[in-house]
């Protein structure tokens, strides 16, 4: 179930990014994510001004859930789900997600067509709140995964996914952090170009002037952020490596060692640090 004080928390993020039709602003919202995948973080999500929602946008926001059709396709060995007039198995090899929604030109998730019945704006996702110092990105850009790697000596080429750094709640941490990202954020918002406008050179140029001007601030961020991401990672994975050497459960299909901590064992048993 969601946090206790989400609204109390909500309406202080609101307070720093009051709601608007015309600027990004951000949106708290609890992620419980699905049975066969459990999350339970608090995410911030990423508005897009009005003016620039395209029209195959607001088709996707406004059409049927995204999930209206389709299964989700898991299963040890194959997808259980069967074709209700052969009794054919619909998928040979189980891909451990939801396949055969519904189908449109702009491609939206399931969470943001619930978010758009929310608040009426389309959103990305924008920071998740997990660990003990406010969170980290969703996504990031190749630059900054470039960067990271970097910064961390190899250790790590990419954030935590949700779930992998212990919950947190949305508090002065998270705002402490938001804050050094704001800068970052209005440069952006004052050099975006709507997705009708641009061209592919106009994307990689973009680009370009993004890592050029934002990369000092990125880099800055990252060295007071990567202790933790890597630390929290190699934590997880050590818990559920103790999980596999003391239960003798099949590690692989458990699925509790993402890429990320297959990255993380490959360089710890390198240096010699892993003992299993």
């Known amino acids: 179930p969601a946090p206790s004080g989400l609204v109390e928390m909500r309406a202080a993020l609101e307070a720093r990014y009051p709601r608007s039709e015309q600027v990004s602003w951000l949106y708290a919202r609890w992620e419980p994510g699905d049975p066969w995948k459990p999350i339970n973080r608090i995410l911030l ?47 040979l090899k189980p891909k451990m997600r939801w396949v055969g929604g519904v189908r449109t030109d702009w491609s939206i998730s399931r969470q943001q067509w619930e ?11 924008f920071w998740v709140v997990q660990g003990d110092h406010g969170g980290h990105p969703k996504i990031v850009f190749d630059w900054q995964k ?20 212990p919950y947190a709640p949305l508090d002065q941490r998270v705002f402490d952090r938001l804050a050094d990202l704001d800068i970052m954020r209005e440069w952006e918002s004052k050099h975006f170009k709507a997705f009708t ?34 630390d929290g990672a190699r934590s997880a994975w ?33 240096s010699g640090e892993s003992n299993d």
Request: with cysteine; proline share 5%; net charge negative.
């Open 115 to 125: 978010i758009y019945r929310e608040i009426g704006q389309y959103a990305e996702p």
């Open 197 to 230: 406008d641009r061209t592919g050179a106009d994307v990689e140029a973009w680009e370009a002037e993004r890592k050029k001007a934002l990369g000092p601030m990125w880099a800055k961020w990252i060295r007071a952020q990567a202790d933790e991401m890597y």
């Open 45 to 91: 999500w990423q508005t897009l001004p009005l003016k620039d929602t395209t029209l195959d946008m607001l088709a996707a926001l406004k059409g049927p859930h995204p999930r209206s059709t389709g299964h989700y396709c898991g299963g040890k060995e194959w997808c259980p789900v069967v074709d209700a007039e052969t009794g054919d198995v619909l998928c």
């Open 146 to 165: 470039e960067m990271l790697e970097r910064e961390t000596d190899g250790a790590m080429g990419d954030v935590p996914r949700m779930g992998e750094l």
């Open 238 to 270: 050590r818990d559920a490596a103790g999980e596999f050497r003391a239960g003798g459960s099949d590690l692989k299909e458990s699925r509790k060692l993402s890429d990320a901590m297959h990255e993380l064992r490959m360089a710890a048993l390198e």
